[in-house]
């Protein structure tokens, strides 16, 4: 097969464009909880002054080469799944890389950088780090089962696995989306997604507010960035995956902006209104209510 | 040819000889007895040769010059020429085995001896049932003296309890020879044939008085405690006499009357014998005597043989071969036992530990148990193999079931034994073993290997014992005393060469298999390179277990398949058990197996339909009214092999517990035998119906559900190998499941599981194994950071479980990918979501095996390990490069394998273009997915180098938590009961149910053993009740039949 090189300005142009909305998009969500918590919340440039402030802190520390390499294989993963996924529907250039594979490769993907960054962590000896990756790959696995069945539906209901190809089955009006055509496997992929995102009723992984556990707990300075990095990105490549599959794509950059930023108040909006879930609460929440739900989907199609 | 009358003129003239003899001449005596013997099995050996190899006619010997029924005559044809070179083979072997006893009792107990000797062969010989009635009592007589001639205290009253007994039989039998005297008119069998005494005619009370003594002579359940006392307590030597020889010649006495009452009297023998099998096997599992289980397993062996006679009629030619395989089986392992429990001081069955020095008893001791469990190559395993397809033609499904029940009760408590004899410790005071004790011994096993060897000739089919690749297998035990890794070269070089000597007759199919099995194979054993010494016992087991997977795969007869797959199961017993603490698991896991075997083999019999030499392919054409049945059957005995839900139990522990090499070649090669298995069934058979259900859609089901739950039992594993070992069966389950999809993809799928799992599971064993040998644990939570002393073992694990969880760029996203893409070709959707559930459960497992090993907190005692050693380490970076080469370029290994399926399933192939592969749905490109994320990875990677260089290195335990410092590694390492929140999630899922069940039938089968053992008094006036209540009671049954 030919190599178009042009792709890769465009592959870095769409990193681009997807990293600084994300640094945005995610402040303001941020500053909107804030908000109906009845606090100020951050500036919307917050998260800008975080990153440059991480990249160039001098006290670096490491504990092994796994450790090292764990915030690369997080990045790796959120940038790689960015550029797998086409980004804007019948745009040869914004389709990035996604010659080399279709849903599937998207749906395993997923789990590179998670897997890497959850070695890193270990590396690292921190208990915490451990306890968060358990409670994370406990609670993940439990999240990916609606979503995985709602996956597969979309690709039995368009009888095909090619993005562009479900995008482009899902036009000519909103009410083709698979929203509309198979509501049942969208919300239980939309239960997963609240699952996915590590939000309020969903983030004892990273427990935020009080002590610092997950993956992240032994990461510092520019391992922290390349991970703030990530989740500014890794977050918008699974939207546009959910896009792609539920909600009709996006034909342009405008368009897929608000889509993003609306898919990923559903969380946000979730997360304000909840208190959170233990563990094994998430894990039956998943079981119980997304996976008959999505099995309801699928026995529609 | 010396007549046959100078048998018995031999063994009486030596017996009076002996009477001759001053009391002091022992010595003498002895060497006049063991001449005797040998002069007899000489001629009868002769005998059997004029008969069998040049095909003469009986001979007829008139005794008194007369033509019978003037006079009584005797008789040599065929069998009797075999019986009596049993008998008299197995008298000459006893007396120089209990020489001692016999030099410390003197002329009298030799002269005993031989009279018990001809009494048995005039019961062979005689055709007159009179003279069967006084060599009867010559018996009698003189296995009570003999008994009574032994040390053991209890002999005494074992010894009066038999002649009680005996007396009430001679009275029985004496009545019943009046009475069939006054019916026909004769003494002579040949003359006595007559339909009044078939069952139900007026003679039925007459022939069942003659029937019913000799019947009771054979020991059968109830009325058989005086024997099983007789076994505990007589000289060894002298019970190896009563079980080999005495059994033999009452068997055939059986067999000869059997010509008066006519074949209606066939079932009140098999009836008779099958209860005997059937519940002597059961009584034998809670007995810790040796003698005493021995007897049981004679009473029950007998059983089994008296089954057979009762079907001589269906059976028809084959009936010799049949009966005669078991026979020649029970008498050779049965006699061998006795010698060796000679040979053993203590009592108990765990004493026989003792016998482990001596490698050559060792082998005599599987040798013996692998006859009595009719395992190939010994004669029972033909018999058996034929007399199921008899049985099985015929439609006497019943009785196939009770054989078989009865078979793996004896199986059980037999490898049972074997594992205390291998496992156990061994006494403080070991004594040196009687050279004469383990010649007689030897001779026994070599004449088992010799009586394979004939029925293998006498079979119709290719001899076993002339197959290149089990002689290769087998002649390790000729060099077994070679150094081990000179034994290792010709093992690889032997592996390597049978394969170039046979890729060329491979299918695309056999071809993965092959590869896998003999190349791969070979790869393993570069791993066994690390050990040193002689290591006994390992290659022959080893080749044993490869020798029948390469036979498996170009089986094309249903019994070269069954053969082969008997082979494997029995060398990966050995390899399993040669674990440190396999002892239990080894069992579990040939008890599985056996079960599964009798499964095929009742499969594939009721396939056949007595059509012999039925091959594979011809599955393809069984009756439909059959065909749901034979694949049941067949599917379950395969299913077993690769540990579907339900059936699994034996797989963690066999796996988990065998040795550091063996573990890969058992998950990595081993378990492929049964998927291949699937892969005939499924691809001959296609997928019959049973009431309107499809066959392979439960299949799914099972396979989704085997993948759920071992999937998930992974996750909660401490014990490093054994999570290894739970994730094969959750692979099984995956690969189950897509063949059962039928559909091009789905086996595609498959087959490509077939290479992936053999070369990730043997890398993760590999390392694992080698890892936990340099901690001396295997649980996880004891080690935690090794990754800076043992990084490449950490590497190789990464690769590992990046290519098991099917995570991009790695081979294991193709299996995935094709997954998908089966599936969407596929109408059934609810077994689907169980996959689906079990996929992101690897995970779990995966990571914690890889970070409770590497990551987190190096342990003091740890600090000083290194990479495990150099041999080991090869095989696991052939693997990782195999694993990256078949990421990278999978058409490699399936672009043809693809083309080939395209035969079976045209639809929905794959296309091969270039650097990209597309289905029906979607398409992927390997080596762009490599690239790209190689490419992202780099210059992350770069950025990261940039900014961060100056990176100063810290040890693991320089962190700080909660404002403090950690107080020690192993308090700060979060391993332990890694998954707990899922656990509490889902906890009901994890009940061991299987287990449970299978406990409980065991348990409930030693419950009912150990209650009926209190049938057997000891209390002679309780045995005649028995003896009575079973002569009425069986005739009162037959009253009620008729």
């Known amino acids: 097969m030919e190599f178009d090189w042009i792709k890769i300005p465009y592959a870095l142009l769409t990193l681009f464009i997807v990293l600084n909305y994300g640094l945005l998009m995610t402040a303001i969500i941020q500053k909107m909880g804030a908000r109906a918590g009845r606090r100020y919340g951050i500036r919307f440039y917050q998260n800008y002054i975080d990153l440059i402030k991480n990249y160039s802190m001098r006290s670096k520390i490491t504990h092994g080469y796994m450790f090292y390499l764990g915030p690369v294989f997080r990045l790796t993963g959120g940038i790689g799944l960015l550029l797998f996924v086409p980004t804007i529907y019948g745009s040869e250039m914004w ?81 083709n989306w698979t929203l509309f055509t198979n509501p049942f496997a969208v919300a239980a992929a939309m239960i997963a997604f609240l699952g996915m995102m590590m939000r309020s009723p969903f983030d004892v992984v990273v427990a935020p507010q009080e002590i610092p556990i997950g993956p992240p707990t032994e990461y510092h300075s520019a391992y922290l960035a390349l991970m703030q990095t990530n989740r500014n990105i890794f977050p918008i490549a699974k939207i546009v995956v959910y896009m792609n599959l539920f909600f009709g794509g996006a034909g342009s950059w405008p368009e897929f902006m608000i889509k993003a930023f609306l898919l990923y108040l559903v969380s946000a909006l979730v997360g304000v209104v909840f208190p959170r879930f233990r563990v094994e609460q998430s894990i039956r929440f998943f079981l119980i209510w997304g996976v008959p739900v999505a099995i309801i989907g699928l026995l529609w199609v | 040819m010396v007549s046959p009358i100078y048998l018995i003129v031999i063994t009486l003239g030596a017996a009076f000889l002996l009477g001759l003899l001053s009391e002091r001449r022992t010595e003498l005596a002895h060497f006049i007895t ?44 065929l069998p009797e020429a075999a019986l009596l070179l049993l008998i008299y083979l197995t008298g000459l072997m006893s007396a120089i085995h209990m020489k001692d006893m016999l030099l410390r009792k003197g002329r009298r107990a030799m002269a005993v001896l031989l009279i018990a000797i001809m009494a048995l062969a005039g019961i062979i010989m005689t055709r007159d049932i009179f003279n069967i009635f006084v060599f009867f009592e010559l018996v009698a007589i003189s296995t009570g003296g003999m008994v009574l001639l032994s040390d053991d205290p209890r002999a005494l009253s074992a010894g009066i309890k038999y002649l009680i007994i005996a007396q009430v039989i001679s009275i029985l039998l004496l009545v019943g020879i009046i009475f069939t005297y006054q019916a026909t008119g004769s003494l002579n069998i040949d003359f006595m044939k007559t339909p009044e005494l078939a069952l139900g005619g007026g003679g039925t009370l007459a022939f069942f008085l003659l029937l019913v003594p000799l019947l009771v002579e054979l020991k059968p359940f109830p009325a058989n405690g005086w024997a ?83 079907q001589r009629e269906l059976l028809g030619e084959s009936y010799l071969f049949i009966a005669g395989g078991l026979l020649i089986g029970h008498a050779v392992a049965k006699a061998g036992l006795f010698y060796l429990s000679d040979l053993v001081k203590g009592r108990m069955l765990t004493n026989w530990a003792d016998l482990r020095r001596n490698p050559l008893l060792v082998f005599a001791f599987a040798t013996f148990i692998a006859m009595l469990s009719g395992l190939p190559p010994f004669p029972g395993f033909y018999a058996k193999w034929e007399l199921v397809h008899a049985l ?57 290997w010799l009586a394979a060897y004939i029925w293998g000739e006498l079979s119709g089919y290719d001899n076993l014992l002339s197959q290149t690749a089990l002689l290769f297998a087998l002649g390790f035990l000729l060099i077994d005393w070679f150094p081990a890794k000179l034994k290792n070269t010709i093992a690889i070089a032997g592996m390597l060469a049978f394969f170039w000597q046979s890729y060329t007759g491979y299918d695309p199919i056999q071809m993965i298999f092959g590869i896998i099995i003999l190349v791969g194979g070979a790869v393993i054993l570069l791993a066994s390179y690390h050990e040193r010494g002689q290591r006994i016992g390992f290659y022959p087991s080893a080749l044993l277990m490869f020798a029948g997977l390469a036979m498996l795969i ?31 698991h080894a069992l579990s896991y040939i008890l599985f197996s056996l079960a599964g075997a009798f499964a095929i083999i009742a499969g594939f ?74 892969i005939v069934l499924l691809s001959n058979m296609g997928s019959p119906e049973l009431y309107g259900v499809k066959l392979t859609y439960v299949m799914l089901w099972i396979g989704a559900l085997t993948a759920l739950m071992g999937n998930l039992m992974a996750a909660f594993q401490e014990d490093a190998k054994r999570l290894l070992a739970y994730s094969s069966i959750g692979q099984m389950g995956y690969a189950i499941f897509g063949l059962a999809l039928m559909n091009h993809l789905g ?296």
């Open chain 2, 605 to 678: 019999a009721l396939a056949a339909q007595g059509q012999a030499g039925f091959k594979i392919t011809a599955l393809a054409d069984v009756a439909a009214d059959l065909a749901p049945w034979v694949f049941i059957l067949l599917a379950i005995g395969f299913m077993t092999k690769t540990a579907v839900i339900g059936l699994h139990i034996w797989l963690p522990g066999a796996h988990a517990e065998a040795e550091t090499d063996v573990s890969p070649m058992v998950s990595g090669i081993l378990l492929k035998a049964g998927l291949f298995g699937i």
């Open chain 2, 747 to 1042: 086996w595609l799928m498959a087959l490509m599981f077939v290479i992936n799992h053999y070369i990730y599971k043997s890398m993760l064993f590999l390392s694992v194994g080698g890892v936990a040998k340099r901690t001396g644990t295997k649980l996880m939570y004891k080690m935690g950071g090794l990754i800076t002393l043992m990084p490449l073992s950490f590497f190789v694990v990464l690769i590992g479980i990046i290519a098991v969880s099917g995570v991009p760029p790695l081979s294991g996203f193709g299996g995935r990918w094709m997954f998908y893409n089966a599936i969407l070709d596929s109408e059934n959707r609810l077994p689907m979501i169980i996959i689906f559930i079990s996929g992101p459960i690897a995970f779990l497992y995966l990571f914690r095996l890889i970070h409770a090993i590497f990551l987190g907190q190096l342990k003091d005692e740890h600090r000083k390990l290194k990479e495990p050693s150099f041999w080991i380490m090869v095989p696991q970076v052939i693997y990782v490069v195999l694993l990256l080469a078949f990421a990278v370029l999978p058409g490699m290994a399936l672009q043809k394998v693809d083309t080939f399926l395209n035969g079976m399933f045209p639809e929905g192939g794959l296309n091969w273009d270039g650097l990209l592969i597309t289905s029906d749905y979607g398409y992927w490109s390997p080596v762009w997915i490599m690239v790209v994320t190689g490419g992202i990875f780099a210059a992350v990677f770069m950025l990261l180098l940039a900014i961060n260089r100056k990176a100063q290195k810290v040890k693991q335990f320089n962190i700080v938590y909660s404002a403090e410092r950690p107080y020690r590694p192993e308090t700060t390492h979060f391993a332990w009961n890694f998954f707990a929140p899922y656990r509490k999630a889902i906890w009901f899922l994890l009940l061991p149910i299987a287990t449970r069940f299978w406990g409980g039938i065991t348990e409930a089968l030693h419950a009912t053993a150990g209650f009926m053992r209190r049938f057997y008094t000891g209390d002679a006036q309780h045995y005649v009740f028995h003896l009575l209540g079973f002569v009425v009671g069986l005739y009162l049954i037959l009253l009620g039949v008729q």
């Open chain 2, 34 to 77: 063991v001449l005797a013997l040998a002069a007899g099995g000489l001629v009868s050996f002769g005998w059997l040769w004029i008969m069998a190899a040049e095909g003469a006619s009986a001979v007829e010997i008139y005794t008194a010059g007369t033509k019978p029924p003037f006079a009584i005559n005797l008789r040599v044809g």
């Open chain 2, 392 to 448: 099985m033609a015929s439609g006497k499904t019943g009785l196939v079931v009770l054989i078989l029940f009865g078979a793996i009760l004896e199986a059980g408590y037999l490898f049972r034994w074997f594992g205390y004899l291998m496992k156990r410790p061994q006494s403080n005071t070991p004594g040196t073993l009687p050279l004469r004790g383990v010649l007689v011994t030897m001779a026994a096993a070599l004449a088992g």
């Open chain 2, 228 to 310: 099983l006392d007789i076994y505990q307590s007589a000289h060894p030597a002298f019970s190896a006499i009563l079980s080999a020889a005495t059994g033999s010649a009452a068997l055939f006495a059986v067999d000869k009357i059997m010509d008066i009452g006519g074949a209606s009297w066939g079932p009140v023998l098999t009836g008779v014998g099958l209860l005997s099998f059937v519940v002597s096997n059961i009584l034998a599992l809670v007995q810790k005597n040796d003698r005493r289980l021995l007897g049981y397993s004679s009473v029950a062996q007998t059983g089994l043989i008296l089954a057979v006679v009762g």
């Open chain 1, 95 to 175: 389709s990035n890389f996604s010659f080399s594979g279709d849903l599937i490769l998207a749906l395993y993907f997923v789990f590179f950088g998670t897997l890497g960054m959850a070695l890193g962590a270990g590396e690292s000896g921190h208990p915490f780090a451990a306890l968060g990756v358990s409670r994370g790959l406990s609670q993940v696995t439990a999240a990916e089962l609606p979503f995985a069945i709602a996956v597969f539906t979309v690709a039995l209901q368009y009888q095909t696995l090619n993005f562009n190809e479900i995008v482009a089955a899902q036009q000519g009006g909103f009410l």
């Open chain 2, 554 to 584: 170009v089986a094309e007869q249903s019994f070269q398949f069954f053969a082969a797959w008997e082979v494997l199961t029995l060398g990966s017993y050995f390899l399993i058990l040669r674990g440190k603490n396999a002892e239990p």
